[in-house]
Antibody
Framework: QLHLQGSGPGLVKPSETLSLTCAVS??????????WGWIRQPPGKGLEWIAS???????YYNPSLKSRVTISVDTSSNQFSLKLTSVTAADTAVYYC??????????????WGQGALVTVSS | EIVLTQSPATLSLSPGDRATLSCRAS??????LAWYQQKPGQAPRLLIY???NRATGIPARFSGSGSGTDFTLTISSLEPEDFAVYYC????????FGPGTKVDIK
């Protein structure tokens, strides 16, 4: 059974960089049909896709966040990571990592980590 | 950027009722439309992909329909565990989620 475990600091200071890692178990990040990504959810609000990556290095970013976001994958550790620079209080959210499985005719997020609350505050 | 709108924002129903949730896209998303269910404190769960296909393990009371810009999620008879927030997602152009519809108990 696939399991995604996100981790990172729960508190980040304004203007600093938020770094999160998602460890994948029960499956490989190098499966050719899969993408891996990050989604966030501010408290009490809706979902926002941040970025996705294929193990080959192909990346896709939300245009509204692209200038501040880097997603990467570490095949040797079977994990992928997110960096978000110059954070503000608006970046406070639960950050989910997820697998985009190829189902039907496209890749959809079909497995999700449990989510990690990151608060931006001094 | 493709914008998704969902209506209504809140749907107050009783167990056994039929729930009809709407998702409208600002431009055609072809058939690249999914629905997710999210309960408090949990990650979203994929219900429907490609407009009308149920994901693994999803009960038959959940069905999706629509095309182009207008889509519907129908829950034929609400079970107690179905009271949650439902999001649509388009995959035609990157990923965009709708703002959600909360189905709560009347």
């Amino acid at each position: 059974q696939l399991h995604l475990q996100g981790s990172g600091p729960g508190l980040v200071k304004p203007s600093e960089t938020l770094s999160l890692t998602c460890a994948v178990s029960g499956g490989s990040v190098t499966s050719n049909s899969l993408y891996w990504g990050w989604i966030r959810q501010p408290p009490g609000k809706g979902l926002e896709w941040i970025a996705s990556i294929h193990f080959s290095g192909t990346t896709y970013y939300n245009p509204s966040l692209k200038s501040r976001v880097t997603i990467s994958v570490d095949t040797s550790s079977n994990q992928f990571s997110l960096k978000l620079t110059s954070v503000t209080a608006a970046d406070t959210a639960v950050y989910y990592c997820g697998r985009e499985g190829f189902v039907g005719t496209a890749n959809y997020f079909d497995y999700w980590g449990q989510g990690a609350l990151v608060t931006v505050s001094s | 950027e493709i914008v998704l709108t969902q209506s209504p924002a809140t749907l107050s129903l009783s167990p056994g009722d039929r729930a009809t949730l709407s998702c409208r896209a600002s431009q055609s998303v072809s058939n690249y439309l999914a629905w997710y269910q999210q309960k408090p404190g949990q990650a979203p769960r994929l219900l429907i992909y490609d407009v009308s296909n149920r994901a693994t393990g999803i009960p038959a009371r959940f069905s999706g329909s629509g095309s182009g810009t207008d889509f519907t999620l129908t829950i034929s008879s609400l079970e107690p565990e179905d009271f949650a927030v439902y999001y649509c997602l388009q995959r035609s152009n990157w990923h965009t989620f709708g703002p959600g519809t909360k189905v709560d108990i009347k």
